[in-house]
C-alpha cells in the first residue's frame, strides 16, 4: 500500500478504533472522486469518523444535519438584494465551501433537498438564479442514513441512491475496540491529534493518477460480463447499471491505486465489488431472507475471473 | 519433394494394376503395403507431425537461448575473401547488409544440439566416399553376374532348370500350369543358383546403400510380379516379413520407435483390410486376372521364339507346336457357331460398369478401412500440437506473453492434479497447494501469480529474470506433481493433456 494512505488510514485510526476496513472503503472512495452512503445505527462514530477525515487530509469539512425543514438554498445559498449596492449578492450555502460533506440522516430530508444535494454532488457545482458556481475540490459526500426510527423518513429512492459510489457501513465496535476507544476519549478529545498527513493538492493529484491506472480490456470484460450476469440473476430483480459497472470500474482503480500497483486485477474488482453494488440492485420478492450481498457472492463466484477467461483473440501487444 | 510425389502417384497406380490383375492373398498383402509405403510421406504429413514436434522440443527453454537468435544471425559470418567457397555464402544476411559475407560454422559459436547435428553431418560427410566406392564396387558386380548368367551357356540352362523347378513347386500349390522350358533333365542348377543368390544379394547391397526408396520399391514391385506370374503363393505372414525387411531398409538411418510402430500399424491395416475387402476370389476380377496372365503366357511363348541359340531339338518341337496351334486356330475359325461361341464368351467376359463401380466401392473402402486406425492418431497428434504451440509461447520474443503462458501452464498442471481452486483469481488459489512441495514454493507461487497478473493486465514490460522466475516455478512444479502422479494421471499427462514432455 502507498505510504502516504497508510498514514492517512494510521490518522484515522487512532480516532475511530477497529474499523479499518470500513475507512479503508471511505479513502478509496475518496481516491475514486465518489461519495459515499454510510448506512448506520446513531451513536458509532460517523462524524467523528468525516471529521478525522477531513483533519487527516487537510479538507474543509461541513456538517449538515438533514430535517424535513432544510430547504435546498440552505445547501446551494440564495441571492439576496443588497440596497447599499443595488444589486442581488450571493450568499454560498453549506455546499460551497466544503471538501467533504456530512449529510446526516438524509432520509429525513425534503425530496426537493435530496434531489438538490444529489444535483450537486453529480455536477458539482450549484446554479442559483441562473449562476452557476463550481464547488470546491476534492468534493466528497458522506451522507448517512439510519436504519432505525424511520418516522417520518423519506428514503432515498432506489434511482438516487445509484449516486453513491458506495454504501458502507461502520457498525458497532468489538469489545477490544470499544474498550480503547473508551480510554482514549479519557480527559482528552482523540481528534485533536489528527495531523495533517496529506495535502489537498496530493490528494487532488492522487485522484488523478488513480484515475489513470490501466485497465486492460480482459478486466473491462469482467466487468461487463459480472453487470450482464447480474441482470439475469435469479435472486435479482434489478440488475447492475451501466452506470454501476462504470462505478466498479473507477474503484477498482482507485484499489489498484492504494495497493501500488498501476494496473487492474481480477481481485481488485473482486474487492470493491460488493460495496459498489450492494446498494444498486433490487432482490427479488420471492427471495425472502436473502441479502442483496449474498446475490452479489453468488455472481463472483459464477462469473468466469479474468485469470480464468481468455478474450477471443487475446494476445499481449 | 514434388518428384517424390510424382514417384508415389505412379507407384499408386502400378500397384492397383497388378492389384486387379492378381488374386493371390498374399501378394495383395505385399502390393497393398507397398502400395501404402510409397504413400508413407503423404500419410506422415497427414496423421504426424515429428518434425514439428522435434523443432520445438529441441528448442532448449533456458534463458540463455533467447539472446542465441541475433547472435546467430550477425556472430558467426565473415567478410567474404576471394578463394571462399561459395556455398558458404550468407546470401540473406549479405542482401541485408549490402556486403559478401561468409557463414562460418565455428563450433564454439553453436549452441550444443547444432554442434552434434553438425559433428554428425561431418561424420557423414567422411563416410560418403567409402559408400560410394562400395556402391560402385555392387554395381559393377551387379552387372557382371547378370552378363555371366546371360552368356555362360551352362549358366543360362541352369537357370532355365531352376525355372522348370519353381514351376513344378508352383504346380503343387495353384491350380494352373505355365509352359516349362526345354531343358536337358541332368542339367545342373548350381552355378545358376549361385549367380543368382550373388546376384540378389547385390541388389539388395545397392538397394541398402543407395538408400533410395525407388529400389527398394522396385524389389518389393518384383517380388510380387515374381509371386503372380510363377503363381507361387508364399503364406502371408511371410510377405508381411518381407515387407517389413524392404521397409526397414528403406527407411533412414536413425529409425525411430515412432516410425516402427506406425509401420506396424499399418501392415496390420493392411492385412485386416485386405482380408475384410477382398477374402476370396472375386469373379471378374479373377476374369480379368485369367486374361493377363494367358496375354503374358503368349508373350513369353513369342519372345522365347526369337531366341535365337534354342538347342535344334527344342526348337523343333517349338515350332511344330506353333503349327499345330495355328493350323487349329484356323480350323477353329472356319466353323462360324464356334466363333460365335467365342465372340458370347467375351461378350460375357467383359468386365461391366457394375464391376468397375463395385471396384471404387471396394477402393473407397479400402481407404476408409486403412484410415481408420490413424484416427485416434490425429487426435493425439492435434492434441499434442496443441499443446507445444502453447509452448512456444515460453520462449516468445516479449517476456510478458511468456510468463503469461507459463502461469497458466502452472495452472493447468495443478487443474490437471486435481488442485484446482475454481473459479479464484489465481492469487488467491495459494490455499490450495500440495502440501508435499519444497518449502517456500507458496511464496514462489503467489510471487509469479503477482507477475502474471502484471503480464496479463498492464502494459508493463516484464524482464528476462522474471521470465526466468516463472520458468524455474514451472519446472519445479511439473517436477514435483509428476513425480507424486500415479501411472493413469501420467498418462493422462503425457498424451491426455500433454502437459508432461520429457526433457533432454
Known amino acids: 500500500m502507498r505510504r502516504e494512505l497508510e498514514q492517512v488510514l494510521a490518522e484515522i485510526e487512532k480516532v475511530i478504533a477497529g474499523k479499518r476496513e470500513t475507512i479503508e472503503k471511505i479513502l478509496l472512495a475518496l481516491l475514486a472522486d465518489g461519495h459515499v452512503l454510510l448506512d448506520d445505527v446513531p451513536g458509532v462514530g460517523k462524524t467523528t469518523l468525516a471529521v478525522a477525515f477531513s483533519r487527516a487530509v487537510g479538507l474543509c469539512c461541513q456538517r449538515v444535519q438533514f430535517t424535513p425543514d432544510v430547504l435546498p438554498s440552505d445547501l446551494t445559498g440564495f441571492s439576496m438584494y443588497d440596497q447599499k449596492s443595488g444589486s442581488f449578492v450571493y450568499h454560498p450555502g453549506a455546499l460551497n465551501q466544503a471538501n467533504l460533506l456530512l449529510g446526516d440522516e438524509i432520509n429525513r430530508a425534503a425530496s426537493k433537498t435530496q434531489s438538490a444535494l444529489l444535483e450537486a454532488m453529480e455536477e458539482r457545482q450549484v446554479t442559483v438564479d441562473g449562476v452557476a458556481y463550481p464547488l470546491q475540490k476534492p468534493f466528497l459526500v458522506i451522507a448517512t442514513q439510519n436504519s432505525v426510527g424511520t418516522a417520518g423518513t423519506q428514503f432515498l429512492p432506489f434511482a438516487q441512491m445509484d449516486r453513491f459510489l458506495v454504501r458502507v457501513s461502520l457498525g458497532y465496535p468489538d469489545h477490544e475496540a470499544q474498550m480503547a476507544m473508551l480510554r482514549d476519549r479519557q480527559g482528552k478529545n482523540p481528534l485533536d491529534t489528527v495531523q495533517c498527513v496529506l495535502s489537498k493538492e496530493a490528494l487532488l493529484s492522487m485522484q488523478r493518477e488513480a484515475q489513470q491506472v490501466t485497465a486492460k480490456d480482459a478486466i473491462l470484460d469482467y466487468i461487463s460480463r459480472l453487470a450482464i450476469a447480474s441482470r439475469s440473476h435469479a435472486m435479482l430483480q434489478i440488475g447492475i447499471s451501466p452506470r454501476g459497472a462504470l462505478f466498479v470500474d473507477r474503484m477498482a482503480k482507485a484499489k489498484a491505486y492504494m495497493e501500488g500497483r498501476d494496473y487492474v486485477t481480477g481481485t481488485d474488482v473482486q474487492a470493491v465489488f460488493l460495496d459498489v453494488c450492494a446498494h444498486r440492485v433490487l432482490l427479488r420478492e420471492t427471495a425472502i431472507r436473502q441479502r442483496t450481498e449474498d446475490a452479489l457472492r453468488d455472481l463472483i463466484k459464477t462469473v468466469e475471473t479474468p485469470d480464468h477467461h481468455r478474450l477471443p483473440g487475446f494476445k499481449k501487444t | ?504
Not at chain 2, 514417384?7 to 498383402?29: D, K, P, Q
Not at chain 2, 492418431?377 to 496443441?386: E, P
Request: aromatic share 10%; proline share 4%; glycine share 6%.
Open chain 2, 1 to 504: 519433394m514434388k518428384k517424390r510425389s510424382i514417384g508415389s502417384v505412379a507407384w499408386l497406380l502400378l500397384a492397383l494394376c497388378l492389384y486387379f490383375f492378381e488374386n493371390n492373398t498374399g501378394t495383395r498383402i505385399v502390393l497393398g503395403c507397398s502400395l501404402l509405403f510409397a504413400l508413407l510421406p503423404i500419410l506422415r504429413r497427414l496423421f504426424f507431425s515429428p518434425d514439428h514436434a522435434e523443432r520445438i522440443t529441441r528448442q532448449p527453454v533456458t534463458i540463455q537461448s533467447f539472446s542465441y537468435k541475433e547472435e546467430a544471425d550477425s556472430g558467426d559470418v565473415r567478410l567474404y575473401q576471394p578463394g571462399d567457397p561459395i556455398n558458404r555464402m550468407h546470401w540473406k544476411l549479405s542482401a541485408k547488409r549490402n556486403e559478401w559475407l561468409i557463414r562460418e560454422s565455428g563450433p564454439e559459436t553453436l549452441p550444443r544440439d547444432m554442434q552434434a547435428e553438425s559433428a554428425a553431418s561431418r561424420d557423414a560427410a567422411s563416410a560418403k566416399p567409402k559408400k560410394k566406392r562400395l556402391l560402385l564396387f555392387c554395381l559393377s558386380a551387379l552387372l557382371l553376374l547378370l552378363l555371366c548368367l546371360f552368356l555362360l551357356p551352362s549358366a543360362r540352362c541352369g537357370a532355365q532348370a531352376l525355372c522348370n523347378r519353381l514351376f513344378e513347386a508352383s504346380e503343387q500349390a495353384n491350380a494352373y500350369v505355365y509352359t516349362r522350358f526345354p531343358v536337358p533333365e541332368d542339367q545342373s542348377i548350381a552355378l545358376a543358383g549361385v549367380l543368382l543368390a550373388l546376384i540378389l544379394s547385390c541388389l539388395l547391397g545397392v538397394t541398402l546403400l543407395s538408400g533410395s526408396r525407388f529400389m527398394a520399391l522396385c524389389l518389393m514391385a518384383g517380388g510380387a510380379a515374381f509371386q503372380m506370374y510363377f503363381g507361387l503363393s508364399f503364406p502371408a505372414w511371410l510377405n508381411v516379413l518381407l515387407l517389413a525387411a524392404f521397409a526397414l531398409w528403406m527407411r533412414k538411418r536413425p529409425w525411430k520407435c515412432g516410425d516402427a510402430f506406425m509401420l506396424l500399424v499399418m501392415v496390420l491395416a493392411v492385412s485386416l483390410t485386405v482380408a475384410l475387402v477382398w477374402p476370396g476370389v472375386d469373379a471378374a476380377t479373377e476374369a480379368a486376372s485369367e486374361r493377363a496372365r494367358d496375354l503374358l503366357s503368349q508373350i513369353v511363348r513369342q519372345t522365347g521364339g526369337t531366341v535365337k541359340d534354342l538347342s535344334q531339338e527344342a526348337y523343333e518341337t517349338w515350332h511344330t507346336h506353333t503349327q499345330t496351334l495355328t493350323w487349329g486356330e484356323r480350323e477353329a475359325r472356319a466353323e462360324k457357331e464356334f466363333r460365335l461361341e467365342t465372340v458370347e464368351e467375351e461378350q460375357v467376359s467383359m468386365p461391366r460398369w457394375i464391376d468397375y463401380l463395385r471396384i471404387a466401392l471396394l477402393l473407397l473402402l479400402t481407404a476408409a478401412l486403412l484410415i481408420l486406425p490413424f484416427l485416434p492418431f490425429l487426435w493425439l497428434n492435434a492434441h499434442r500440437k496443441k499443446a507445444l504451440e502453447a509452448r512456444k509461447a515460453f520462449s516468445s520474443q516479449n517476456a510478458g506473453e511468456a510468463v503469461y503462458a507459463i502461469f497458466q501452464q502452472v495452472i493447468a498442471w495443478l487443474e490437471a492434479m486435481g488442485l484446482g481452486a475454481g473459479n479464484l483469481p489465481y492469487r488467491e488459489w495459494t490455499f490450495r497447494l500440495p502440501s508435499g512441495m519444497q518449502p517456500g514454493y507458496e511464496q514462489r507461487f503467489s510471487e509469479c501469480a503477482a507477475l502474471f497478473e502484471e503480464a496479463a493486465y498492464s502494459d508493463h514490460a516484464l524482464s528476462e529474470e522474471q521470465r526466468g522466475q516463472a520458468l524455474s516455478l514451472l519446472d519445479e512444479t511439473e517436477r514435483a506433481l509428476y513425480a507424486r502422479a500415479d501411472w493413469k494421471q501420467r498418462l493422462r499427462l503425457k498424451y491426455g493433456d500433454c502437459l508432461w514432455i520429457e526433457k533432454a
